[in-house]
């Protein structure tokens, strides 16, 4: 089976400072790494993915994250933040489990951009 | 601009009652996905189809709810009866199941309160 950990449930950051959300994985299986958004009262929006190939995956928004298999890492970065980056942020994997292939997520991290 | 649509939005109900939640997958897409959302759990996967066909349903109190694809264009999730606890907001997300990955597009969700 596959989970996922997110290691902060709060971010609190500047406008236009870098910020760094931490995803770990765990799986026995080839898995696929996604990011993605919710804003207050909405759904998910998907931010990036990892599928295969390059390590560094850019998404929307000026996100992006790096694959780290040997430390099953999936943390995703902005180099500047704007206010409108506050919204919570869930890491997912997508794996084979028990046979079929589920999308679990982590517990989300919650980015607040202060002025 | 392809989306899945939800409904309803909001949904307040007694302690008691039936609830249905309805969703329409995008076009095309052959996995469907139902998740609840709460400040103490997260989003947990209570149920997800392919193809009309329920593959895992583990997450799913089985005593209360049930989980449908009657047809193609449409998924539904009851709860018979409703509890306060069920209170939380449903997603559904639908998916294109390919070479073992499969990427959400998410609903706006269905906030319920059980009362």
């Known amino acids: 089976a596959q989970s996922v950990t997110q290691l902060d449930s709060q971010v609190p950051v500047f406008e236009e400072a870098p910020v760094e959300l931490r995803c770990n994985y765990s799986s026995s299986v080839s898995v696929y790494l996604f990011w993605y958004v919710q804003y207050p009262n909405q759904g998910l929006q998907l931010l990036l993915k990892?599928?295969?190939?390059?390590?560094l995956v850019k998404g929307i928004n000026g996100f992006e994250a790096e694959f780290n298999k040997s430390q099953t890492s999936f943390h995703l970065r902005k180099p500047s933040v704007h206010i409108s980056d506050t919204a919570e942020y869930f890491c997912a994997v997508s794996g084979l489990s028990g046979g079929y292939n589920k999308l679990i997520f982590g517990a989300g991290t919650r980015l607040a951009v202060h002025p | 601009d392809a989306r899945v649509t939800q409904t309803p939005r909001d949904k307040v109900t007694e302690m008691g009652q039936e609830v249905t939640m309805r969703c329409q997958p995008i076009?095309?897409?052959?996995?469907v996905f139902w998740y609840r959302q709460t400040m103490m759990q997260g989003l947990e996967l209570l149920a997800y189809f392919r193809n009309r066909a329920p593959l895992d349903d583990s997450g799913m109190p089985k005593d209360r709810f049930s989980a449908e694809m009657p047809d193609a264009t449409l998924a539904t999730l009851k709860i018979q009866p409703s509890e306060p606890r069920d209170s939380a907001v449903y997603f559904c997300a639908s998916g294109l199941y390919r070479g073992g990955n499969t990427e959400a597009f998410f609903g706006q969700g269905t906030r319920l309160t059980v009362v």
């Open positions: 076009l095309g897409h052959n996995t």
């Open positions: 990892y599928l295969s190939g390059s390590t």
